[in-house]
């Protein structure tokens, strides 16, 4: 028997540096952007650019990422998981300098366009190669909370963006120059994470290494109680297996395949952009003062954070199909509470006023916002990470990935290009109305359709969900 070489620590801390840094430099770059067009400064600075053009910067992101995930999954199959992350983090490092155009005083916004594109881009490799890369990296006992650290990385890449927008758009007048450059610097410590990590040892032996090769990896990741050899041995026999199999949407694969795309979908469709990108614009009727406003956006922030924290401790003991389920009922419950309470202040039903000058509808709007992130972060945030790179057999995982990160992505360009248009067309309570539907939908497809994967090994899951008639008795 070879044994691991590593403690726990030493391996959960390898493990998580990729997700850590890239999840940071992700949600900065996403978070900040809301802040930043909601400053005065910002619309001065750009002559008042429409709600049209104010999507179209917002979007730009995940425009990028569907290019970057249509080729990432080729990308990966053939130079590896973290080689793919690599080169995403250099168009991170690159998107984030142009981004910095503004502080030279270019007063075009292809600057913003491009630079969001680029990271966006970026964003849809590493969306690809990460969580597999991480799955695939993990012992059975933590896999679901080191993919799920990616969410909490990712949390905390947004509070930082709201923070360092509390600090500097309301007291600089050229902040916002600033906050969008921040990013530059998570997008090194990604750059770094990313060229010190070893390959995922299934890649290895997908690309024709032998034992050797994925030992001596896996050796540096467990600890002396786990049994490597066994490990590698179960990796083997699982590619062996599985080059009897047709592609992605062969019938053996197809539903697995079906329900890993559906999972990433629903992921961004069910809401959280309208909360996390928008929060400034949505609070803007609420809060009469800009720095009150973002004050507000911190807060939620904190909750994304605090949340992710306790999916990551709970996943592998909750398991992840009672998780979404959970927290599609209280997503489904939130929204609907904050379009009543939006209902209200513009009926201007509510006219008690707070400390803040919040009516209480404002107060209901803004704690219904803040339980739906809570309940997101709980569930739909950190688990839809591990369901893609569980569900399928290694020899296709990176193009289910791959194609699951794509369609995640066309989902999410659609509901950050399209949301302000939406509550144009039937106000703040509509919009959220639709999205409470949409969860309500997930909720179902959850009860339906998710099997549970905690405790077992990845070629276990896969193993199982090759079988119909498992899938019939989900």
Request: hydrophobic fraction near 50%.
């Amino acid at each position: 028997m070879v044994q691991g070489k590593v403690s726990k620590v030493t391996a959960l801390l390898s493990i998580g540096l990729m997700p850590l840094t890239f999840g940071t430099a992700f949600g900065f770059a996403f978070g900040n952007i809301g802040g930043a067009m909601s400053c005065d400064a910002f619309n001065i600075f750009y002559k008042s650019p429409d709600n049209e053009m104010q999507q179209l910067i917002a979007a730009m992101l995940p425009m990028g990422a569907i290019l970057g995930s249509l080729c990432g999954g080729t990308f990966a199959d053939k130079y590896g998981r973290n080689a793919a992350s690599l080169f995403a983090s250099v168009l991170f490092v690159c998107g984030s300098v142009v981004l910095g155009m503004p502080l030279i005083n270019i007063e075009s916004l292809a600057p913003l366009l491009i630079g969001r594109g680029m990271i966006g881009a970026g964003a849809g490799i590493a969306f690809m190669s990460v969580p597999a890369y991480v799955c695939e990296l993990s012992a059975p006992s933590y896999r679901g909370a080191m993919a799920s650290s990616i969410s909490l990385a990712i949390a905390l890449g947004f509070f930082c963006s709201y923070l360092c927008n509390w600090l500097v758009l309301t007291d600089y007048e050229e902040g916002w120059k600033w906050s969008m450059v921040v990013p530059l610097f998570p997008s090194l410590l990604f750059f770094l994470a990313s060229s010190i990590l070893p390959k995922s040892p299934r890649w290895a032996i997908l690309n024709g290494a032998g034992p050797s090769v994925p030992i001596g990896i896996l050796q540096r990741l467990r600890t002396p109680e786990d049994d490597v050899s066994k490990e590698v041995a179960e990796i083997i026999e699982d590619v062996r297996a599985s080059k009897q199999y047709g592609s992605v949407f062969s019938p053996t694969y197809r539903l697995a395949s079906i329900i890993s795309i559906t999972v990433m979908m629903l992921q961004v469709a069910t809401g959280i952009d309208i909360i996390l990108v928008y929060a400034p614009q949505n609070f803007a009727k609420l809060i009469p003062s800009q720095s009150t406003k973002l004050f507000w956006t911190i807060l939620i922030g904190g909750v994304l954070v605090l949340s992710n924290c306790v999916a990551c401790y709970v996943v592998d003991f909750i398991g992840r199909r009672a998780l979404l389920l959970c927290g599609s009922a209280g997503m489904s419950l939130s929204l609907i509470g904050a379009a009543m309470s939006f209902h209200l202040k513009e009926m201007s039903v509510s006219d008690v006023e707070t400390a803040s000058g919040m009516g209480l509808a404002g107060v209901g709007c803004i704690a219904c916002s803040m339980l739906y992130v809570m309940f997101f972060s709980l569930s739909w945030g950190p688990v839809a990470f591990c369901i893609p790179s569980e569900l399928v057999p290694s020899h296709i995982r990176a193009r289910v990935v791959a194609l699951a990160a794509v369609c995640n992505w066309v989902a999410d360009y659609v509901v950050v290009a399209s949301y302000l248009s939406v509550v144009s067309l039937v106000a703040e309570p509509g919009a959220f109305l639709i999205y409470a539907m949409i969860n309500i939908f997930a909720l179902g497809f959850v009860w339906k359709y998710i099997p549970e994967t905690k405790d077992m090994s990845l070629e276990d899951a896969s193993r199982r969900l090759i079988s119909q008639k498992d899938f019939d008795t989900i």
